[in-house]
């Protein structure tokens, strides 16, 4: 106990925020040490470099950073500042199914703009779940606690204080000591079903208390060990888990009941909630039933879960993948997974948090997409037919966020996989009548267009047909694509009275040029390789409609009304929401032209010019009126935790001065992740795995500024050996000799053993493995890379300019 004074002492000197940790403390003191008798955390051989599977922390990405520098003017009074809204649930690499920690109740209100289960600085638990719920599990069903002693209805769940000393989390589990009621819950999961294990103390009113939420369902108790539960209609019918779910424990119950919330009376008081002792039905807002056992100190309770489109499936999956319950089998075949996985990334040299923080998020990195069905599974089609899945079929890829670097780290590492996603996107293409989108652009055929580069095998011309749709059909996905036909850009309408910033309502008319600017690129690519030249033409001329948004007279894009006018006042430095532009200011969304960055450069006014503008975004200092709750993660007006300008910092590549990328790669790895006081913060949203990319590729030393296009621009690693293998078996190696926190400059270059003078590499040039050595320095070799004749491809031609 003295121990942990002294480690509560110091978290109290650290964190600055005394109030939830001294509670914590006070709690632990009445308590005393919970830890004895109950079951111990599974060891792990330790070394002097833990295995890649050891250094993975899911807690990574669960807080927010916290140095006022760095996060602006977020987030708004009354609410949470975003952090990366991952989750340390125990899961399969890519599952449907996790098992989680819920310190958040999203069923009353969420408060950090999406309905993510568990935010690292609250202090009390409320639950765990088991299943996939929703993109991100803030709402999966059912909601499961163990409680000692009494309880209260849902919402008022009985919240417990948590030891974050014993907090663990590891790929495929998890685990927690719940200090109110003394006991320790211990989490890990498969493909379909999901584990708890409870520790609990001695005590005659040991209970698990599980309920459906506040949409609510039905509930039944089917035996003495066996609780299921159908969520109702418009909640979990449409998660690949499916709406029901059987819960089966590992001893009979000696007691049990069943509740709902009470909806019928308005009003508050002792006694008006609807709880019955031996009642098996139940339905209704919150149904839930509660269990209860006798139990000695240190005494386990498992309880699995499995979930499906009706009650058998359900019981098929939790009899099929998990017929014994063996809790440490499980938990070690799905540390096996990800360890099979994190595997193929060696690396060697940086610093120990350095590398905690590659793997970890190298782990975030296969949180989407999700998969379905295994080949030969069941599942519901997008058309909600029940199919049988000829190939593992995944869930719809997020596209506006992780297609913009994950879909290109997957190509390196499972091109297999990625070719089942394209499968899966197709398929549900035929199935919807037009290709998925994602929230904002149409980037699906950057995955398309990305894996025939890179060599990938597939029907594109299939894949094509659903694309052009989406691309020429007014009434498919692409919002206001009439207007972009016909102008060659999108309006936006001025909100009444002209609000300043006016950035909560709109078409991000702007932003959404570009957008599909982009994507017409990608489109004018394919269309070339399938020999068609009328659409090839067609797109290439449409991709360059971002020159359409683009203002010489200040240098920035910028919206425009109906009538084709500059759109004032304009404040390029206000995070117009989704007026003009999307979640960013005009500084952010003016990078946003990947497939052409030596046009922008030449709308600029040439390489000179380009670098000056480019300096200036990231050193003016951010000094918005307006709020934007994504604009996190800040160097100057750069913004890291948000997708529009993430690439920016490569674009130097093309300019001729790569040193600069170099410069503020390395910076951005060190300052805007894991540099809160817990060590867990990231800028704003991952995304899905998005924002964790960023960090994987980068901190092997690259990036894909389009990944429609077989380029990786080169940055600055931070490991001395990235050795990664590829999906053909093949190794790529980057090495970077002199290498150190000061040597951050790339001074010259090999690959393959001969002198490489580019900023960028081709996937054409490693696909069959490769060896890249840089030899790294204090101070930038400007002369490197800087030629114009040595920068990435682009759609303009690149000219002779003064650097």
């Known amino acids: 106990m003295i121990s942990f004074l002294i480690r509560v002492r110091r978290r109290l000197a650290s964190t600055h925020k005394p109030s939830s940790v001294l509670l914590t403390l006070l709690a632990m003191a009445a308590l005393g040490n919970i830890g004895a008798g109950l079951a111990q955390n599974p060891t792990t051989p330790q070394s002097a470099t833990p295995q890649p599977v050891d250094a993975a922390n899911p807690l990574v990405g669960t807080a927010a950073l916290d140095q006022p520098s760095l996060i602006g003017n977020a987030p708004p009074p009354g609410e949470l500042l975003y952090s990366g809204m991952t989750s340390p649930a125990a899961a399969l690499p890519q599952s449907a199914t996790e098992t989680a920690p819920v310190n958040v109740n999203v069923d009353l209100s969420y408060p950090a703009g999406v309905a993510t289960p568990y935010y690292y600085a609250k202090p009390t638990m409320i639950g765990f779940t088991g299943g996939g719920g929703s993109t991100y599990g803030g709402r999966a069903g059912p909601m499961i606690m163990p409680v000692v002693g009494d309880w209260t209805v849902p919402p008022d769940y009985a919240q417990s204080y948590y030891d974050k000393a014993s907090e663990k989390a590891s790929p495929g589990y998890y685990s927690v000591d719940l200090a109110t009621f003394h006991t320790r819950v211990e989490l890990t999961a498969t493909q379909w079903t999901s584990l708890m294990r409870f520790t609990f103390p001695a005590s005659h009113?040991?209970?698990?208390?599980?309920?459906?939420?506040?949409?609510?369902?039905?509930?039944?108790?089917?035996?003495?060990?066996?609780?299921?539960?159908?969520?109702?209609?418009?909640?979990?019918?449409?998660?690949?888990?499916?709406?029901?779910?059987?819960?089966?424990?590992?001893?009979?119950?000696?007691?049990?009941?069943?509740?709902?919330?009470?909806?019928?009376?308005?009003?508050?008081?002792?006694?008006?909630?609807?709880?019955?002792?031996?009642?098996?039905?139940?339905?209704?807002?919150?149904?839930?039933?509660?269990?209860?056992?006798?139990?000695?100190?240190?005494?386990?309770?498992?309880?699995?879960?499995?979930?499906?489109?009706?009650?058998?499936?359900?019981?098929?999956?939790?009899?099929?993948?998990?017929?014994?319950?063996?809790?440490?089998?499980?938990?070690?075949?799905?540390?096996?997974?990800?360890?099979?996985?994190?595997?193929?990334?060696?690396?060697?040299?940086?610093?120990?948090?350095?590398?905690?923080?590659?793997?970890?998020?190298?782990?975030?990195?296969?949180?989407?997409?999700?998969?379905?069905?295994?080949?030969?599974?069941?599942?519901?089609?997008?058309?909600?037919?029940?199919?049988?899945?000829?190939?593992?079929?995944?869930?719809?890829?997020?596209?506006?966020?992780?297609?913009?670097?994950?879909?290109a780290l997957l190509m390196l590492l499972e091109p297999k996989v990625v070719q089942d996603i394209m499968h899966s996107e197709l398929d549900r293409a035929r199935e919807r009548g037009y290709m998925d989108t994602s929230f904002h652009g149409d980037h699906a055929v950057f995955l398309y267009d990305g894996a025939w580069q890179r060599g990938i095998p597939f029907d594109y011309a299939a894949a094509y047909t659903y694309l052009r749709k989406n691309a020429t059909d007014p009434n498919g996905p692409r919002g206001y694509l009439a207007e972009y036909i016909k102008n060659g850009w999108i309006a936006d309408i001025i909100p009444p009275g002209n609000p300043s910033p006016p950035y909560a309502g709109g078409k991000a008319g702007a932003a959404t040029t570009l957008e599909y600017a982009w994507d017409d690129h990608a489109l004018a690519d394919m269309a070339r390789r399938l020999g068609n030249t009328s659409d090839a033409q067609m797109f290439l001329q449409r991709a360059g409609n971002y020159r359409n948004v683009f203002d010489p007279s200040i240098g920035f894009v910028r919206g425009r009304t109906a009538d084709g006018k500059w759109i004032a006042p304009f404040d390029p430095g206000e995070p117009y929401y989704n007026f003009m532009m999307k979640e960013a200011s005009g500084w952010s969304t003016l990078w946003l032209v990947p497939h052409d960055v030596q046009g922008l450069i030449d709308l600029l006014g040439g390489r000179a010019a380009f670098n000056a503008k480019l300096d200036a975004f990231f050193s003016t200092?951010?000094?918005?009126?307006?709020?934007?709750?994504?604009?996190?993660?800040?160097?100057?007006?750069?913004?890291?935790?948000?997708?529009?300008?993430?690439?920016?910092?490569?674009?130097?590549?093309?300019?001729?001065?790569?040193?600069?990328?170099?410069?503020?790669?390395?910076?951005?790895?060190?300052?805007?992740?894991?540099?809160?006081?817990?060590?867990?913060?990231?800028?704003?949203?991952?995304?899905?795995?998005?924002?964790?990319?960023?960090?994987?590729?980068?901190?092997?030393?690259?990036?894909?500024?389009?990944?429609?296009?077989?380029?990786y621009i080169l940055g600055s690693p931070i490991f001395d050996r990235v050795r990664l293998q590829l999906g053909n078996g093949k190794v790529l190696e980057i090495v970077a000799r002199n290498n150190s926190a000061r040597n951050i400059y790339i001074q010259s270059a090999t690959l393959n053993g001969k002198p490489w003078t580019k900023p960028w590499f081709s996937h054409a040039d490693i696909a069959n493995g490769a060896s890249l050595v840089l030899t790294m320095g204090p101070e930038p070799n400007k002369a490197w890379g800087a030629a114009v004749s040595d920068a990435p491809p682009s759609m303009s031609p690149a000219k002779n300019q003064a650097r």
């Open 205 to 407: 009113q040991a209970n698990v208390i599980i309920n459906l939420r506040r949409p609510g369902g039905d509930v039944e108790v089917v035996d003495e060990r066996t609780v299921r539960g159908v969520a109702a209609a418009g909640h979990g019918h449409d998660d690949a888990d499916g709406p029901w779910f059987v819960a089966e424990f590992s001893r009979p119950f000696t007691r049990f009941g069943t509740f709902r919330a009470n909806r019928d009376n308005p009003g508050y008081g002792i006694g008006d909630q609807d709880v019955q002792a031996g009642r098996r039905n139940v339905s209704g807002s919150y149904a839930g039933a509660y269990v209860t056992f006798d139990t000695q100190a240190g005494e386990q309770v498992l309880v699995k879960i499995a979930h499906g489109h009706s009650a058998d499936e359900a019981e098929q999956r939790l009899r099929a993948e998990d017929p014994d319950g063996d809790f440490a089998r499980v938990q070690a075949q799905a540390r096996a997974a990800w360890a099979q996985l994190l595997d193929r990334v060696e690396v060697s040299g940086g610093t120990a948090r350095q590398r905690m923080l590659f793997y970890s998020t190298l782990y975030h990195s296969f949180a989407s997409p999700r998969l379905v069905a295994r080949k030969g599974e069941h599942f519901t089609d997008a058309a909600g037919q029940m199919q049988v899945a000829a190939y593992d079929r995944y869930g719809p890829v997020p596209f506006w966020d992780t297609g913009r670097n994950q879909i």
């Open 621 to 711: 200092p951010y000094q918005a009126k307006g709020v934007c709750r994504d604009c996190t993660g800040l160097i100057g007006q750069y913004v890291q935790g948000n997708q529009p300008d993430q690439q920016a910092a490569y674009l130097y590549a093309w300019s001729g001065q790569p040193w600069k990328t170099q410069a503020l790669t390395r910076r951005i790895l060190a300052d805007l992740y894991g540099s809160d006081a817990s060590g867990y913060g990231f800028p704003g949203m991952d995304d899905q795995g998005s924002t964790s990319s960023w960090y994987v590729l980068s901190a092997m030393g690259f990036y894909p500024v389009d990944p429609s296009t077989p380029d």
